[in-house]
């Protein structure tokens, strides 16, 4: 009888694990943010801090690649715009991440919107711990296949936080 008693509570243990990590907190938005936006989002075991960065391209055709063209750049550190790239090309944004807690936080990126498929990133869904800083590259890659236009989203960084010690082993 204990020997079952075990099992079930090893396997409940297993269903709360998976759940907890598996839950997937935020859905697609049914508007993009316009400017650089913070939101605190929490659950019983996790809370998260949110965020959210318009994200823009305009992708031209590759025959305008040997012309002359205006860019502009955008320098605002709230917006992930890459401005215009012709078909072919690619781009990148930085950003830098800090964790100034005193425990260690869960960091990821979510992508949103018709550029969703562009965006890549050189890391994602990692540990950060405590005072420790790191720079991120945002890269936008278009292929030869892809039809001019503006692509539009919103790019998210998620921070998880556990709100009880005992949950940091499955952060």
Do not use: C
């Not at 709360?16 to 997937?24: H, Q, R, S, Y």
């Not at 750049?73 to 800090?98: A, E």
């Amino acid at each position: 009888m204990k020997a079952i008693k075990k099992i079930i509570f090893i396997l409940i243990l297993i269903i709360i694990t998976i759940v907890l990590v598996g839950w997937d907190h935020f859905s697609t938005p049914k508007q993009f943010v316009s400017n650089q936006t913070f939101v605190k989002n929490s659950d019983p075991f996790f809370s998260y801090e949110v965020t959210k960065y318009p994200s823009n391209v305009e992708i031209i055709s590759s025959q305008h690649k040997e012309q002359k063209m205006t860019i502009g750049i955008v320098t605002d550190p709230w917006n992930l715009n890459f401005g215009i790239i012709p078909i072919g090309s690619h781009g990148t944004r930085h950003i830098t991440i800090s964790n100034s807690e005193k425990n260690k936080v869960r960091v990821s990126f979510k992508v949103y919107g018709t550029i969703k498929p562009l965006i890549s990133f050189n890391k994602n869904n990692f540990i950060l711990l405590p005072n420790e800083s790191i720079y991120v590259d945002i890269s936008l890659n278009t292929t030869e296949r892809m039809r001019p236009g503006n692509y539009t989203g919103e790019i998210n960084v998620i921070i998880k936080k556990p709100n009880l010690n005992f949950l940091y082993w499955i952060l």
